[in-house]
């Protein structure tokens, strides 16, 4: 793996970081220390998705970065947050890993 794909890796990574900051600072007294943790992620995101993008074509690097994003931030609703889970919710999960998959593979 080069280094733009762990950069892209480490993108989506924290692109999961903020919904996370968001949603804790809805559901904690500790509101400010998760927003500050949100925007921290989403800048740092930001960040390591423009480094990934040097290498990584745009249309892949920002469909991979938010495929781990959405991914991700969806497995932590389901065990977390305890989201409800169905055949369709898991299905669209599964799709969104396939494009990502397929997206590395092909690059």
């Given at each position: 793996?080069?280094?733009a794909w762990?950069?892209?890796?480490?993108?989506g990574l924290?692109?999961?970081?903020?919904?996370?900051?968001?949603?804790?600072?809805?559901?904690?007294?500790?509101?400010?220390?998760?927003?500050?943790?949100?925007?921290?992620?989403?800048?740092?995101?930001?960040?390591?998705?423009?480094?990934?993008?040097?290498?990584?074509?745009?249309?892949?690097?920002?469909?991979v970065w938010?495929?781990?994003?959405?991914?991700?931030?969806?497995?932590?609703?389901?065990?977390?947050?305890?989201?409800?889970?169905?055949?369709?919710?898991?299905?669209?999960?599964?799709?969104?890993?396939?494009?990502?998959?397929?997206?590395?593979?092909?690059?």
């Amino acid at each position: 793996m080069t280094l733009a794909w762990i950069y892209l890796l480490v993108a989506g990574l924290l692109e999961i970081g903020w919904p996370l900051g968001f949603k804790l600072s809805q559901t904690t007294s500790h509101r400010i220390t998760y927003i500050i943790v949100a925007v921290v992620c989403m800048g740092l995101s930001g960040l390591f998705l423009w480094l990934a993008q040097r290498d990584i074509p745009i249309g892949t690097a920002y469909a991979v970065w938010t495929g781990i994003g959405a991914a991700g931030t969806f497995l932590i609703g389901l065990v977390i947050f305890h989201d409800p889970v169905s055949m369709m919710r898991v299905l669209s999960f599964l799709l969104i890993v396939a494009g990502v998959i397929g997206l590395k593979i092909s690059a």
